[in-house]
């Protein structure tokens, strides 16, 4: 407890659009390798770059929604390092001045707390190609398919002292690029990945340790696990009276460990100068109104409105908020069931959701449509079938066997309502264990429970529960 860790990411998001960011070249996932890389993606002699006027719209976008300035006039420049995948020997990015200043996101952690992280910038480039070293038998394999695909880098302030905090800032960017449909989101395939600024201090100090930077995380477990090894890891040299080194990493998810790479590149290392091929980037105030007004409601925004207009929690909205895909599944079903926000959240939260998981299908790909659910749960409002057998109806529907009233009808699920039926059920229970009945009316309560259990078995489940209950009380006292 006498370390502090500081964290700082920076996020790179690959843009969505069709083509990449200084060529029309392809930027569709895939294809084989080395098959969308055209001369000026490889920086040919004689070719000239071109910018892609929707990668400019979409950093516009984002910016706007973190509430940073957008610059009237950004430059970019050439980064210049070697690697394989490198094809030019530098990269086209943005450095003294970006296209996205100052913004800001807010977090919310497990304990209900909110943090505000400050965003520092967000800056258009390119992205590399692809090193493949798999099945080269101790070669390595260059796919330049990648080269020349849009990337906004967004780069946060060094405010993150947790690995849950960090990760909870990355998820609210994840969320917020995919609500902007500037990203698809896809960390299996590299379009949302981030590198981990990580260092220690002791408590009370105002002065940062050295950081050393953990490269290309792709999924949110991996950036707490890294983060965790690492702060560790420079806690252990420290109190060992070594000194942590400034450096680059790897994650090693297998071992669950960092490895070094390189030394890490200051800015001066990579000779940063303006592109002489590309004129400063001018935006006019009324493209940045354009922009504007095209943003969608945003995930605080929506949250905020479920919570008052569907007296949802906090935590519900925010669960059902953390995609847009998610929130607007809710929404169709919340609208077939009028007035129960709450059911329909608890079972998008839970029966849908829990299958998803079980088979790891995205919310876009369930079996079960909005409107299905949304019929199925207009079942358990006017009392048709009870809760419990909803569950049974909604495993059919999942496996295919029809909406909910198809399933209800075809396997005889219907809730039975009939006060007679009922007490009929009842008086043979009641009549079946005079034991029970004795113990109960002498003061044993919990019995209540045997009974009703009783009635449900003779009925397979079908007997309204409320029904049950009510006449049960009346009939045992």
């Not at 829990?354 to 919310?363: K, P, Y």
């Not at 449900?456 to 009380?473: C, E, F, H, S, W």
Request: proline fraction near 4%.
């Amino acid at each position: 407890m006498e370390w502090e860790t500081v964290i700082g990411l920076e996020i790179h998001a690959q843009l969505s659009t069709q083509s990449k960011i200084f060529s029309g070249a392809s930027t569709a996932y895939g294809a084989e390798p080395n098959t969308q890389a055209c001369a000026v993606d490889l920086g040919l002699p004689g070719v000239l770059p071109v910018l892609n006027r929707e990668a400019v719209r979409m950093a516009v976008k984002f910016g706007l929604a973190i509430g940073a300035p957008i610059a009237p006039r950004s430059i970019f420049a050439r980064k210049n390092y070697f690697y394989p995948d490198l094809p030019k020997g530098y990269q086209i990015s943005q450095y003294e001045l970006p296209v996205v200043g100052r913004g800001q996101v807010d977090i919310e952690l497990e304990d209900g707390q909110t943090r505000t992280i400050g965003v520092t910038r967000a800056h258009l480039e390119e992205d590399a190609g692809k090193s493949l070293h798999e099945d080269y038998h101790g070669m390595t394999g260059v796919d330049l398919n990648r080269a020349g695909t849009p990337l906004l880098e967004i780069v946060s302030e060094p405010d993150m002292r947790s690995a849950r905090e960090a990760v909870a800032y990355m998820k609210k960017i994840h969320a917020l690029v995919r609500y902007l449909e500037i990203c698809d989101g896809n960390m299996q395939e590299g379009s949302f990945r981030c590198d981990a600024n990580v260092s220690v201090r002791r408590k009370g100090t105002e002065k940062f340790g050295t950081r050393t930077e953990i490269k290309n995380l792709n999924s949110f477990r991996f950036l707490e696990r890294a983060i965790h090894f690492e702060v560790e890891r420079q806690i252990d040299i420290l109190e060992g009276g070594g000194a942590v080194v400034q450096e680059t990493r790897l994650f090693d998810p297998d071992k669950g460990e960092t490895r070094s790479m390189r030394s890490k590149e200051e800015a001066n290392d990579y000779r940063y100068f303006p592109d002489p091929d590309l004129l400063p980037l001018d935006i006019e105030p009324a493209f940045i109104e354009q922009v504007r007004g095209s943003l969608p409601e945003l995930p605080d925004e929506k949250k905020h409105r479920f919570m008052n207009d569907h007296g949802l929690s906090a935590y519900d909205a925010g669960v059902l908020t953390a995609s847009r895909e998610m929130a607007e599944y809710f929404e169709q079903v919340a609208a077939a069931v009028e007035g129960q926000a709450k059911l329909a959240a608890n079972w998008v939260m839970g029966e849908l959701t829990g299958a998803l998981n079980r088979e790891s299908r995205e919310i876009t790909d369930s079996p079960v449509s909005a409107e299905a659910l949304g019929g199925l749960l207009r079942r358990i409002q006017d009392n048709t079938i009870s809760g419990k057998i909803a569950k049974e109806v909604f495993e059919a529907m999942w496996a295919g066997e029809g909406d909910a009233d198809q399933v209800i009808e075809g396997k005889g699920l219907k809730q039975i309502t009939d006060t007679g039926a009922i007490e009929q059920v009842i008086d043979q229970v009641i009549a079946d264990n005079p034991s029970q009945l004795e113990q109960y009316r002498s003061g044993k309560d919990k019995l209540f429970g045997f009974f009703v259990g009783q009635v449900m078995k003779r009925t397979g489940g079908k007997a309204n529960p409320a029904q049950v209950n009510d006449l049960l009380k009346q009939k045992l006292s």
